[in-house]
């Protein structure tokens, strides 16, 4: 079993910041590619983020980009998702998610292996 644990989220207002963080336990390999995704009600859940095992290669989505940093350290087997200049339109449960392979970026819901239970994130005007 696999198990991934979002913390961090919470109320903030428009231009503030969050950091959210993703602990991974269990049976999971380490250099996995992991990232974030996000749904807002009635919306699709979406790719936000998604980094390697290195950390030296990043991907982003395009509404992210700029504001959005990801990171990850192994030794603690977490990743994380520092949320800059945050907007209403951020308002969403941020998912984290590992990669269905060594290879696989997880930046599409049908590339990833696991999921966590997610963590509100809301951005008021």
């Known amino acids: 079993q696999v198990q991934l644990v979002e913390s961090g989220g919470g109320l903030v207002q428009a231009g503030g910041s969050l950091r959210l963080s993703c602990a991974a336990s269990g049976r999971t390999f380490s250099n996995y590619p992991m990232g974030w995704f996000r749904q807002a009600p009635g919306k699709e859940r979406e790719f936000v983020a998604a980094?390697?095992?290195?950390?030296?290669?990043?991907y982003y989505a395009d509404s992210v980009k700029g504001r959005f940093i990801i990171s990850r350290v192994n030794a603690k087997n977490t990743v994380y998702l520092q949320m800059n200049s945050l907007k209403p339109e951020d308002t969403a449960v941020y998912y984290c998610?590992?990669?269905?392979?060594?290879?696989?970026?997880?930046?599409?819901?049908?590339?990833?292996?696991?999921w966590g239970q997610g963590t509100q994130v809301t951005v008021s005007s």
């Open positions: 998610a590992v990669s269905r392979g060594v290879i696989t970026i997880p930046n599409s819901p049908a590339a990833v292996g696991s």
């Open positions: 980094i390697r095992w290195s950390g030296t290669n990043t």
